[in-house]
């Protein structure tokens, strides 16, 4: 599964809304970001979302079954009957390989100066 558009998206979402947080770890950042709430709302949406970054639905499952099983183990692997929530499953995974990952230095410095600037 090419995540190179999708990547984009994120980046682009992360660093337009971690401004409104005063976390100092990134894994907090992902955490509000990936996992308090849906990146997608809405199975439809969710249709188009995948056919915007060309995944078809079996791809992106196997995309997030591999992530659960490597992470997890076998007895850990979810069944996705819907796309809303295979979306935002592959955006929590994206987005913490971005968080942890890619963006990690960057957005440590935007977390730390921010810290610096509300003292």
């Not at 994120?10 to 947080?21: A, C, K, P």
Request: glycine share 6%; with cysteine; proline share 2%.
């Amino acid at each position: 599964m090419n995540t190179h558009t999708i990547k984009e998206e994120l980046r682009n979402y992360i660093l337009s809304e971690i401004n409104q947080y005063d976390f100092l770890e990134p894994i907090d950042l992902h955490h509000e970001l990936f996992n308090t709430d849906y990146y997608v709302i809405g199975y439809y949406q969710a249709e188009q979302w995948l056919k915007k970054h060309n995944i078809s639905i079996f791809k992106g499952i196997e995309f997030v079954q591999d992530y659960e099983r490597n992470n997890f183990g076998p007895d850990a692997i979810r069944t996705y009957d819907n796309a809303e929530a295979l979306v935002n499953m592959i955006t929590y995974i994206i987005g913490e390989e971005l968080i942890m990952g890619g963006m990690n230095g960057e957005i440590e410095k935007i977390m730390h100066d921010n810290a610096c600037i509300s003292e």
